[in-house]
């Protein structure tokens, strides 16, 4: 059996409703759909949840929302029109978007993530409207009767462990079942979004809880690339990578698939297929466990983002001092803040942080703080920062990767701030401005992905 995840631009219009149709009815181990909301349907275009974002701060600020809720209605009707479906069968979506204002919401947090909700809530709804109507047998199955139980964190929720048994327990049999992705239910029973792109979460729990063979998540891409096709022209398709090196690069900026949703694949040991909703055919990328698996390159990909900033501090004998770290850690605490990574030397800590957590002025109170706990000698706090990620299973047992990895930023003039690499020796990690980092990616793509073989390079 399989679990089918489609994303946006997969379900942005009525063309592409149908070829996802037409993908779930030509494989008869497709038998799970998770949809997610209507994506750009062109360069420009702005995605249902970018626009359900906008209903929610327009609701908290009580300011006229007429405008915007035509722009959501009008991406499910003009989908509803392709398939010739009625006002009745659209008024159940129409009805939902109306009262999101009316209802009562804990706080501000989370009014936005239940607005946010809808849209992959009603594209799962059409989706099914349509499917019945093409006298496919199709059920909706909502987060909430499925089980799907997530913490409290209103637009950054994880998945809680009953939820697998809650799974376990649903019943199906010769219908198709469509879930929306995206979002789970508190204890409380309140709706919680996961981070951004989170429907690839929804998809990988689902595959995991009906405990599915293939995992298969369509895009608009034939492959993962070894390197960000909005950075380097023509990159090369990975044809097969492990569950850790997807972890690493999707964590580092392969937005197309979420980092997150690598974990309950894992948990379950179901493989992820990540397949091209405009040529099905292709093989597209297949994630597999590490297990027997024999890497045919050095490196697999190279990933960049930009969405890091770093604090560095530094004072003398730091190296000797009992507690300096805790003392740190109780400071980020306070403010609810995690961190990424802490490369440290003898007299200085540089601590990584994902900027996306941060409010207004997190960052000046925070290193007041720091400043006030630590009377560092220097301080700095590092807005301009990128990390450049390259990762391959083909890494662990060769010596002087990082040489091939630095000399091409040599040659262009990146300097390079930190350089780290993690245990399981599978990816190296390093600092650069962010201005350099479409270079960095670019020089060491180049160096191991031309035709001569590394090793005989000099
Ligand atoms: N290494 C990569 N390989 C393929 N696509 C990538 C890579 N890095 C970034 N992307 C981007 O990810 C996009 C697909 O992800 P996303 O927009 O989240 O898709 P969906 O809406 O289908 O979930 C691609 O169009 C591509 O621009
Ligand atoms: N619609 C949500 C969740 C998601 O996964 O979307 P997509 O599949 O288009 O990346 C978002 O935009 O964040």
Known sequence: MKVVKFGGSSLADGPQFEKVIQIMTSDPERRVIVTSAPGKRHEGDIKVTDLLIEYAKLTIKHADTSDIFDQIFSRYQAIGDYFNLT???????????????????????????????????????????????????ARFVDPKEAGIIVTDEPNNATVLPETYANLAELSYQDELLVFPGFFGFTPAGQIATFSRGGSDITGAIVARGLGADLYENFTDVDAIYAANPKIVDHPMAIHRMTYREMRELSYAGFSVFHDEAIIPAIEGQVPINVKNTNRPDLPGTLIVPEKNFQPDQTITGVASSTRFAALYLHRYLLNKEVGFTLKLLQVLKKYNVSYEHMPSGIDDLTVIFDKTQFGDDTVKKMCHDIREALHPDTLEWIDDYAIIMVVGEGMKNKIGVIEHIVQPLVKRNVGVHMINQGASRISIMLGTRRADANKAVQGIYDEFFSNEPVENRS
Do not use: C, S
């Not at 109306?98 to 799962?124: C, I, S, T, V």
């Open 87 to 137: 006002e009745d069968d659209l008024a159940p979506i129409w009805m939902a978007l109306n009262q999101l204002p009316a209802q009562d919401y804990p706080d501000d947090g989370y009014l936005m993530a239940a607005f946010k909700a809808h849209g992959e809530r009603l594209n799962a709804r059409l989706m099914a409207t349509v499917m019945n109507h093409q006298n496919i047998k």
